[in-house]
Structures are given as structure tokens and as C-alpha cells.
């Protein structure tokens, strides 16, 4: 590869990372459902207060870190250290925890790519 192409490369990479974070930001209950990512019996109730209570107490000591960065099992063995330093009670841990889990899934399950399509 010549450098040309390699800066052509690096472009390209760089546009497709800006285009696929165009307006994705840490999706509410009802987007979700709106996608059409939950089941059909799921419960929001949990999940219309796990992301707010992340959003206000999880970004004191780090930048709020996205479900879909870490694999499900991370995340259920870092939950508990982070309740406790965020001065949590065990409903929250479940609150935060059934959100993150469904996030993940539907980001999986092609959340990003419904979003995406939708606002073109
Ligand atoms: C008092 C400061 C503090 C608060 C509040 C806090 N964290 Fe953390 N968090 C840390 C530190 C320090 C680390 C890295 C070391 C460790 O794992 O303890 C970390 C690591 C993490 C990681 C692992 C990141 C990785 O790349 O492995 C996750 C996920 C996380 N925090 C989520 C949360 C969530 C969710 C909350 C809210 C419930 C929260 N944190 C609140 C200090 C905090």
C-alpha cells in the first residue's frame, strides 16, 4: 500500500467512525421500544429507571461508559464495586443492571442500524 492509499484508508475509517456515532446517545426505554428491542412482556419500569440513575451517579469518577463497551459478564462483576462507590442501594444495582443487559442486546440485535436508517 502506498501512502496515498493509506491516507485514503485513514479517511475512510474516520468516516465511517464519525457517521456511526452520529446521534447515538444512551438509549431511553421508550426508543428502545420504539425499535421494537424489547420483548413483548418485558417490564420497562426497570429500565426507564436504570438509565437515569446511571446517568446522574456514574460519571463523577470516570466519563459514562456505554453498555455495549463491555461484554455483559464485565459488567455484572463490576456492578457491585460501583454501586457501593456511587453510594447506591441493591434496587438501583438492578435497575442499572436489567438496563445495561437489554442495551447491549439491542445494540446487538441491531439497534445502531435501525436508528441509523431512520434518521437518513
Ligand atoms: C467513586 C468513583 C466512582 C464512581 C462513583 C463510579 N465508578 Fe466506575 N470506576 C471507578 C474506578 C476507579 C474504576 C476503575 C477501577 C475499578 O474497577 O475499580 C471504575 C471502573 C468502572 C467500569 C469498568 C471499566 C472498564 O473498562 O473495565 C465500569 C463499567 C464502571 N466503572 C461503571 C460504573 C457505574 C455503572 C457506576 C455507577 C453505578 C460507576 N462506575 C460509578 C470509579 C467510580
Not at 475509517?13 to 424489547?38: G, R
Request: hydrophobic letters at 40%.
Amino acid at each position: 500500500m502506498n501512502k496515498k492509499q493509506l491516507i485514503n484508508l485513514c479517511a475512510f475509517i474516520v468516516t465511517i467512525t464519525l457517521v456511526s456515532c452520529a446521534n447515538y446517545v444512551l438509549p431511553t426505554a421508550s426508543e428502545l421500544k420504539k425499535y421494537d428491542m424489547l420483548a413483548e412482556n418485558m417490564d420497562i419500569t426497570a429500565l426507564e429507571r436504570g438509565r437515569p440513575v446511571m446517568v446522574q451517579n456514574c460519571v463523577e469518577c470516570h466519563r459514562l461508559i456505554y453498555p455495549e463497551e463491555l461484554p455483559t459478564a464485565a459488567w455484572d462483576e463490576v456492578l457491585p464495586s460501583m454501586i457501593r462507590k456511587a453510594d447506591l442501594q441493591a434496587q438501583d444495582m438492578k435497575d442499572i443492571q436489567a438496563y445495561v443487559h437489554t442495551v447491549i442486546d439491542s445494540v446487538k440485535n441491531g439497534y445502531k442500524e435501525k436508528l441509523a436508517a431512520e434518521q437518513k
